[in-house]
């Protein structure tokens, strides 16, 4: 086996991995990295730890496509579940997750963790490297996270990554690479925890960066660097103050409604039937299916051709059509996909943020971002209009819903 890093015993000059992280050294990360450190010491009863990242992310333009083979622009964002770790000497994994319960899992043991807990994932990502033919091992872990939960900026691949990568650290001398990291966080979401996610959120978290990525290969995720200079620009993610972590169903009536129309066309996905043919055959298929399926089929064809779009402009450092482009996603996800509010409920949060924060992007743009039906939006200031917007939504929506994001230029790592 290779060496490993040292483990740290002292977090001075920690604030050197700050900007590829977070974009910015702020004392407040410091901070955090010291009270969770010392938390870790304290609750371990040890001295040093081993330090790991992983993000949230937003997903710039591509909403609900990756599952049916679509495209999608991914960004790795400035909030991240941090880990401070050692290994064991025995097969039991424990993480402390400031705010929740002990997580124990003990791999000499058969699963008997309760589906859709953290426990669960937990095993569900060991499972996953081992049925890869990757090595597992016990830890001792304590983490922290400012990754919102149940808001759409993933939380939960997060913190799958993060396993996933201090397995590779430990047993695997690095060897697991950035997809199988993934792949094998998305079957523990799938398998273990019961939600039928695609792989946007583990694929964006892991490769970190902007990327575009393409899921048309079943088994390649096609990942291309998006070059582009978006210093000019803000993202600015708001909390609705909704969650969709109990919207389950919703979230899986998506894929489900366009692989009903996929299915019409002889295929499973849609990413498989011509999109000229889609147009030609639709007048006649559509007598067998319902309307929203169509129109979530329709969203997914042209969101694909958008995210095209928005990559070539971004090339050539076009924001007009860049913002054009995201104000386009914004009104087809409201319109056509149908996912920023529950139908027959009187919630609608998202659509009333949109129009809200709308009001003041002053040619920015705006969208619901991730799975939708509650959580948050998407908005995109220019920074000469960014503290003026940011002060008008926290009045609106409270300072600790309103984060103004960078792009972090790394995927999940041990510093």
């Not at 946007?200 to 990327?211: C, E, R, V, Y």
């Not at 996905?269 to 147009?279: G, K, Q």
């Amino acid at each position: 086996m290779l060496p490993l890093k040292k483990p740290y015993f002292s977090l001075d000059g920690i604030e050197s991995n700050f900007i590829d992280l977070y974009g910015e050294v702020e004392a407040c990360q410091k901070q955090r990295y010291n009270d969770a450190f010392e938390n870790f010491k304290s609750y371990f009863s040890v001295d040093s730890a081993y330090i790991a990242s992983s993000s949230g992310r937003v997903e710039v333009c591509g909403n609900h496509t990756d599952h049916n083979g679509g495209k999608v622009v991914s960004c790795a964002i400035s909030l991240d579940s941090l880990a401070f770790f050692l290994p064991r000497n025995d097969s039991i994994i424990k993480v402390k997750s400031e705010g929740y319960p002990e997580i124990i899992v003990d791999l000499s043991k058969e699963s008997d963790e309760k589906i859709g807990t953290s426990d669960a994932l937990v095993r569900g990502v060991c499972v996953g490297l081992k049925n890869k033919g990757f090595n597992i091992g016990g830890f001792n872990a304590y983490i922290t996270s400012n990754v919102i939960g149940g808001a759409g900026i993933s939380s939960s691949a997060s913190f799958e990554v993060l396993i996933a990568e201090i397995l590779n650290f430990l047993y695997n001398d690095g060897n697991v690479s950035q997809e199988d990291k993934a792949k094998v966080s998305q079957f523990a979401e799938n398998v273990y925890f019961g939600k039928p996610c695609g792989l946007l959120d583990q694929t964006a978290i892991s490769f970190g960066g902007l990327k575009m990525l393409d899921f048309s290969d079943k088994n390649n995720i096609s990942v291309k660097d998006v070059k582009a200079n978006l210093s000019n620009w803000t993202l600015v993610l708001i909390n609705t103050g909704g969650s969709h972590a109990d919207l389950t169903d919703e979230y899986a009536s998506i894929p489900a409604e366009m692989k009903m129309v996929a299915k019409e066309y002889g295929v499973e996905r849609l990413v498989e039937i011509n999109e000229n043919d889609f147009w030609d055959s639709i007048g006649q298929k559509q007598k067998n299916l319902p309307d929203r399926a169509v129109l979530r089929a329709i969203h997914f064809f042209e969101e694909n051709n958008r995210v095209d779009t928005l990559c070539s402009a971004l090339s050539v450092n076009d924001y007009d059509t860049f913002i054009s482009v995201i104000n386009q996603s914004g009104t087809s996800s409201l319109c056509k996909l149908q996912n920023c509010y529950v139908s027959g409920g009187n919630s609608q949060l998202i659509p009333k943020a949109l129009s809200l924060a709308g009001k003041y992007l002053n040619g920015g743009a705006n969208r619901v971002h991730g799975g939708g039906f509650a959580g948050t939006i998407l908005n995109i200031v220019s920074n000469d209009n960014a503290k003026a917007f940011i002060g008008k939504m926290i009045e609106y929506f409270g300072e600790k819903n309103v984060f103004p994001l960078k792009v972090r230029a790394v995927g999940t790592i041990v510093l």
